[in-house]
């Protein structure tokens, strides 16, 4: 199992494709690496630090010497090693470093102490809930979990969320500090932690998949490797913990949402509004796995949360024909019940939006008026915009035009800018 090329003299610094394939067996193996080596060390912070060194060494000896049988359990002696290394240099009569030599042997190769695939499961669960610890900031949280549980570089992480490499460092660095002064265990936290945690663990992948899917700022209006990577936590997360609701919750809206992806955006980049979608193009087989993950939510027995409110939302578009065929009253409905159960403007302009559909423009002004008189979102694009929408329905064009315009001043994302002015051209 090579798949690496050797130079004539058998050594040659590594290429592209060399990079690539490194990168690709990180990402599928890195969280249960940093897992495995942090439930070997005890120390969180120094496994991530250690799986760092096994990867910039597999980067060095793959291209040379081809990707070992087991690239996952090379990684692993490698850290392993480091780690017998350091404590070594720290204290050669300790303990702790007698114990570990005795399970890695002294020709270095070790067993499978580390690799039981009972307990890797367990692993990636605590690195979820570590990464998402309430004592770190949101930024530090996102950063984190790309870093530990996706596998992704910090260059990587920098450019989803169009900040410089040297910030996301900083934030890592920092989390790990802050995990270490706090003394936060390496272990998957009690049931009584986990449910009392485990909305801090969601709402990381859902910020990371609302950042994909929409993305606040740049060129692009959806960043499809963000959302993707989100996507992909969020099966981990439902595998991992499969009696919690709200974690096959998130899945489902997650899968329902990405499905309208390929109709969002036009042959440019361009969006397109959801009554101009080709819903032909929606994705049938994401749209199958979020209503299977939905109604695993519903089977659980506990009632839908405020994930699995907004997957019915997004269910009840997946299976519509049309926006004229939506069924927008049941719509009205669950983002009642989701503002009573998770209050939030963002929540209470949405219902606005589906009132107005099912009940016309008129019936909606007076909730988003309410949100302005209260100054809700001051920063945001999206009210605005939506009340420039319902004054354009109601014929009242001038009113119209200073909600578009402020709303083109406020919008950070090119695509959705052009969108707002293409109105404002329409009302001239």
């Not at 260059?155 to 410089?164: G, H, Q, T």
């Not at 992948?205 to 060129?219: C, D, H, K, P």
């Not at 959806?222 to 992909?232: C, K, N, S, V, Y």
């Not at 800018?417 to 404002?424: P, Q, S, V």
């Amino acid at each position: 199992m090579s798949g690496f090329r050797r130079s004539g003299s058998g050594v040659r610094p590594p290429d592209s494709s060399d990079r690539e394939a490194v990168a690709a067996i990180w990402r599928i193996e890195s969280a249960r690496i940093v897992g495995a080596l942090a439930r070997y060390t005890g120390d969180f912070a120094l496994a991530e630090d250690l799986a760092q060194e096994a990867l910039a060494e597999a980067l060095v000896n793959w291209p040379r010497e081809g990707v070992p049988r087991n690239p996952a359990g090379w990684l692993l002696t490698v850290g392993r090693r480091r780690a017998i290394d350091g404590f070594r240099r720290r204290a050669a009569l300790d303990e702790r470093y007698s114990v570990l030599a005795r399970e890695l042997g002294e020709d270095g190769v070790g067993g499978d102490v580390l690799w039981d695939p009972d307990q890797i499961d367990d692993d990636v669960l605590a690195l979820m809930f570590i990464s998402c610890h309430p004592v770190l900031s949101r930024e530090a949280r996102v950063a984190l979990t790309l870093r530990v549980v996706g596998g992704l570089t910090s260059d990587e992480i920098a450019k989803a969320f169009l900040v410089p490499t040297a910030t996301v460092q900083a934030r890592i660095t920092r989390a790990k500090k802050t995990l270490g002064a706090a003394r936060v265990p390496f272990r998957v936290p009690s049931v009584q932690e986990r449910s009392e945690r485990l909305g801090s663990v969601l709402s990381v992948v859902y910020l990371i998949f609302t950042e994909g899917s929409s993305a606040s700022s740049g060129g692009d209006l959806i960043r499809f490797d963000l959302a993707g990577e989100a996507q992909r936590l969020g099966r981990v997360l439902a595998h991992l913990m499969p009696n919690e609701p709200e974690a096959h919750g998130l899945l489902a809206l997650l899968e329902l949402t990405a499905a309208r992806f390929p109709a969002r955006t036009g042959p440019e980049g361009e969006p397109v509004l959801l009554e101009d979608q080709d819903r032909r193009r929606w994705d049938r087989a994401a749209i199958a796995r979020g209503r299977a993950a939905l109604s695993r939510a519903g089977q659980l027995g506990r009632g839908l949360g405020a994930y699995g409110l907004q997957a019915s939302i997004a269910e009840c578009h997946a299976v519509a024909a049309s926006v004229e065929a939506t069924n927008w009253e049941r719509i009205v409905l669950l983002y009642e019940a989701l503002g009573r159960l998770a209050p939030s403007p963002i929540v209470d302009l949405n219902r606005a939006v589906a009132v107005s559909m099912a009940q016309g423009p008129a019936a909606a002004l007076p909730i988003v008026d309410d949100l302005l008189a209260v100054d809700a979102l001051p920063n945001s694009h999206l009210l605005p915009t939506v009340r420039g929408e319902l004054l354009t329905r109601l014929d009242r064009p001038d009113e119209a035009r200073v909600e578009l315009e402020r709303a083109a001043k406020l919008c950070a994302n090119d695509r959705e800018r052009d969108l707002l002015l293409r109105k404002l051209a329409a009302l001239d």
